[in-house]
Nanobody, 126 residues
Protein backbone atom coordinates (compact mmCIF):
# COMPACT_ATOMS: atom_id res chain seq x y z
CA UNK A 1 0.00 0.00 0.00
CA UNK A 2 3.03 2.28 0.08
CA UNK A 3 2.90 4.59 -2.89
CA UNK A 4 4.41 7.84 -4.11
CA UNK A 5 2.96 9.61 -7.13
CA UNK A 6 4.65 12.61 -8.74
CA UNK A 7 2.98 15.22 -10.89
CA UNK A 8 3.55 18.74 -12.15
CA UNK A 9 6.24 18.20 -14.74
CA UNK A 10 6.13 19.80 -18.13
CA UNK A 11 7.86 22.03 -20.65
CA UNK A 12 9.03 25.45 -19.48
CA UNK A 13 11.31 28.14 -20.87
CA UNK A 14 14.61 29.01 -19.19
CA UNK A 15 14.00 31.28 -16.24
CA UNK A 16 10.54 29.89 -15.70
CA UNK A 17 9.07 28.13 -12.70
CA UNK A 18 7.45 24.80 -12.01
CA UNK A 19 6.08 23.10 -8.92
CA UNK A 20 6.24 19.35 -8.56
CA UNK A 21 4.00 17.42 -6.22
CA UNK A 22 4.45 14.02 -4.65
CA UNK A 23 1.40 12.50 -3.00
CA UNK A 24 2.28 9.68 -0.64
CA UNK A 25 0.04 7.00 0.80
CA UNK A 26 0.51 4.10 3.16
CA UNK A 27 2.70 5.99 5.61
CA UNK A 28 2.89 9.34 7.33
CA UNK A 29 5.38 11.93 6.18
CA UNK A 30 6.54 12.57 9.72
CA UNK A 31 7.94 9.04 9.94
CA UNK A 32 10.05 9.26 6.77
CA UNK A 33 12.61 11.48 5.20
CA UNK A 34 11.49 12.41 1.72
CA UNK A 35 13.44 13.73 -1.20
CA UNK A 36 13.68 14.50 -4.86
CA UNK A 37 16.07 13.08 -7.42
CA UNK A 38 16.45 13.70 -11.11
CA UNK A 39 17.95 11.82 -14.00
CA UNK A 40 18.97 13.33 -17.31
CA UNK A 41 19.36 11.16 -20.43
CA UNK A 42 22.58 9.18 -20.30
CA UNK A 43 23.41 10.29 -16.77
CA UNK A 44 23.15 8.79 -13.31
CA UNK A 45 20.36 9.64 -10.96
CA UNK A 46 21.22 12.81 -9.06
CA UNK A 47 20.06 13.94 -5.66
CA UNK A 48 18.31 17.31 -5.74
CA UNK A 49 16.69 17.99 -2.40
CA UNK A 50 15.21 16.35 0.67
CA UNK A 51 13.54 17.06 3.97
CA UNK A 52 14.65 15.14 7.05
CA UNK A 53 12.25 13.41 9.38
CA UNK A 54 14.34 14.31 12.42
CA UNK A 55 13.47 17.99 12.40
CA UNK A 56 11.83 18.70 9.07
CA UNK A 57 14.91 20.55 7.87
CA UNK A 58 15.41 21.00 4.13
CA UNK A 59 18.59 20.14 2.27
CA UNK A 60 19.65 21.03 -1.24
CA UNK A 61 22.25 20.09 -3.78
CA UNK A 62 24.62 22.94 -4.56
CA UNK A 63 23.36 23.09 -8.11
CA UNK A 64 19.85 24.10 -7.02
CA UNK A 65 20.44 26.12 -3.86
CA UNK A 66 18.67 29.45 -4.01
CA UNK A 67 16.43 28.30 -6.86
CA UNK A 68 14.54 25.26 -5.53
CA UNK A 69 12.48 24.91 -2.37
CA UNK A 70 11.22 21.69 -0.85
CA UNK A 71 8.03 21.77 1.20
CA UNK A 72 5.82 19.23 2.88
CA UNK A 73 2.18 19.31 3.86
CA UNK A 74 1.56 16.61 6.43
CA UNK A 75 -2.21 17.08 6.32
CA UNK A 76 -2.27 16.29 2.61
CA UNK A 77 0.63 13.83 2.82
CA UNK A 78 2.26 15.71 -0.02
CA UNK A 79 5.80 16.86 -0.70
CA UNK A 80 6.41 19.72 -3.09
CA UNK A 81 9.41 20.92 -5.01
CA UNK A 82 9.13 24.53 -6.09
CA UNK A 83 11.57 25.17 -8.91
CA UNK A 84 12.39 28.73 -9.92
CA UNK A 85 14.89 30.21 -12.36
CA UNK A 86 14.97 26.96 -14.27
CA UNK A 87 17.88 26.20 -16.56
CA UNK A 88 18.23 23.74 -19.43
CA UNK A 89 20.54 21.64 -17.24
CA UNK A 90 17.59 21.06 -14.91
CA UNK A 91 15.97 18.93 -17.60
CA UNK A 92 15.33 15.35 -16.61
CA UNK A 93 12.93 12.92 -15.04
CA UNK A 94 12.23 13.91 -11.45
CA UNK A 95 11.49 11.27 -8.85
CA UNK A 96 10.32 11.57 -5.29
CA UNK A 97 11.51 9.02 -2.77
CA UNK A 98 11.25 8.17 0.91
CA UNK A 99 13.45 6.50 3.49
CA UNK A 100 12.88 5.46 7.08
CA UNK A 101 16.58 5.65 7.87
CA UNK A 102 17.76 7.59 10.87
CA UNK A 103 20.47 9.71 9.27
CA UNK A 104 19.85 13.09 7.75
CA UNK A 105 18.43 12.62 4.31
CA UNK A 106 21.25 14.36 2.49
CA UNK A 107 23.63 11.59 3.57
CA UNK A 108 21.83 8.87 1.60
CA UNK A 109 22.55 7.74 -1.93
CA UNK A 110 19.65 6.71 -4.20
CA UNK A 111 20.02 3.00 -3.45
CA UNK A 112 19.40 3.69 0.23
CA UNK A 113 15.94 5.14 -0.33
CA UNK A 114 13.21 2.60 0.26
CA UNK A 115 10.33 3.86 -1.86
CA UNK A 116 10.11 5.65 -5.19
CA UNK A 117 7.55 7.29 -7.38
CA UNK A 118 7.20 6.74 -11.10
CA UNK A 119 8.80 10.03 -12.11
CA UNK A 120 7.64 13.13 -13.92
CA UNK A 121 9.38 14.72 -16.90
CA UNK A 122 10.73 18.25 -16.63
CA UNK A 123 12.01 19.88 -19.80
CA UNK A 124 13.57 23.34 -19.80
CA UNK A 125 14.03 24.62 -23.32
CA UNK A 126 13.49 27.65 -25.53
Amino acid sequence: QLQLVESGGGLVEPGGSLRLSCVVSGFTLASFSTGWFRQAPGKEREWVSCISKQDGSPHYADSVKGRFTILRDTFKNTVYLQMNSLKPVDTGVYYCAATAGGRYCSEYVPSEYDYWGQGTQVTVSS
